[in-house]
């Protein structure tokens, strides 16, 4: 399981992570990373994640939802 800080990292802090990205909560919008943490918080169980990956997918093109889909599987890779 992935830590971060003290804390293991849960599909509802990964879904939080992904709603950050997503309305730019700690800089600008970025719906690459939104996506990414989407999809690693549905593989993990959180099921509003897969909705709302579905939801901005549509606001992507097809290579920055591929680009997302690395990122995700980077990130499983090494946690």
Known sequence: MAIIGEKAVTADILFQMGLDSACGRHG???LITAH???NIAA???NKDAARYRKEI???MSTSEIA???RSAREWLSMH
Do not use: I, M, P, V
Request: zero cysteines; charged letters at 35%; proline letters at 0%.
């Open 28 to 30: 600008a919008t970025d």
């Open 43 to 45: 593989l993990k169980g």
């Open 57 to 59: 997918s549509g606001e």
């Open 67 to 69: 680009e997302a889909q």
């Open 36 to 38: 990414k943490w989407f």
